[in-house]
């Protein structure tokens, strides 16, 4: 029987509880689709920071290395251990320490969610830049604790980082409706972002069949939420990103429906596969999280592992559940009784 390796990263406050949901959601579809998921789980948190003092081994990305896949719940402790702590110490370095480099994150209705818009459905695939630009850590500060202390963030964009996510939005375009929008504020940023311009029209001459718009990030914000089913492919830097896919879980009824994978897409390393919403330590462990955005970047996993069909039935077993109702609305139901529904389409 064909086995995949996970290394299963539960993290922080609901990390573990959808987590702990989508690997028996997971390990349903692999049992149907005659393959095995075999996990080993890595404490690494913000509890192990407490304990140790560092939030994974130094060597800890590369003890991941060997897996075929890395499965995250959250991470993030904010009352205990600083964001800014956990984040650079845990999941910032695996996505650039493997060059995933494409966040891909689905937004569209599920059947029966109706989300805050007026509207009928839409389908928006946005694919961040996801290991340089505005996050890659470049700057320092001076001066520190004075008056004339100077903080100095810069962001880094490369020949080879723009390209790639460019391409590999195009590629995405290929398979859906073939229109790519690419993201910048090129009015108001006069270098990178004209640079990221420039780019996109020289990688858009491989890919005539794409319809290519050029949007400013205040545009296409706007854009989002006024004609979101305009949109198709939305390609944007990693802060940029970072903010149109919350904009994007919103309209698609808020961060619980909101799923993610960080893709290696050489696959010279392993991918990671997480759902966009944080660790929400106030509501960890009651059993209210909603486990669907966990389990979506489940199937998202399957489909990068080869397993297509597996990770289709598991798309229409949550399809299946919210249509009936099950998970529609925040508050209604709870993990088990999500979790549950969505097994009962796989069974
Ligand atoms: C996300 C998160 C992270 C990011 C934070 C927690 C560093 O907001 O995955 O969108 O911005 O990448
Ligand atoms: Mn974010």
Redesign the pocket.
Known sequence: MKAYTIAHIPGDGIGKDVTEAGWEVLQAAAKRGGFALEDTRFPWSCAYYLETGAMMPPDGVEILRKFDAIYLGAVGWPAKVADSVSLHGLLLPIRKGFTQYANIRPHRLLPGVQGPLRREGFDILCIRENTEGEYCGAGGRIHSGTANEVAIETAIFTREGVERILRFGFEQARTRRKQLASVTKSNAQKHSMVFWDEVTREVAKDYADVEVSHYHVDAIAARMVLAPESLDVIVASNLFG?IL??IGAAIQGGLGYAASANINPDRSAPSMFEP?HGSAPDIAHLGVANPIAAIWSGAMMLGHLGEGQAAAEVMSAIESATARGVGTIAGKDGTEAITQAVLAGLS
Do not use: E
């Open positions: 970072d896919t919350d966009v």
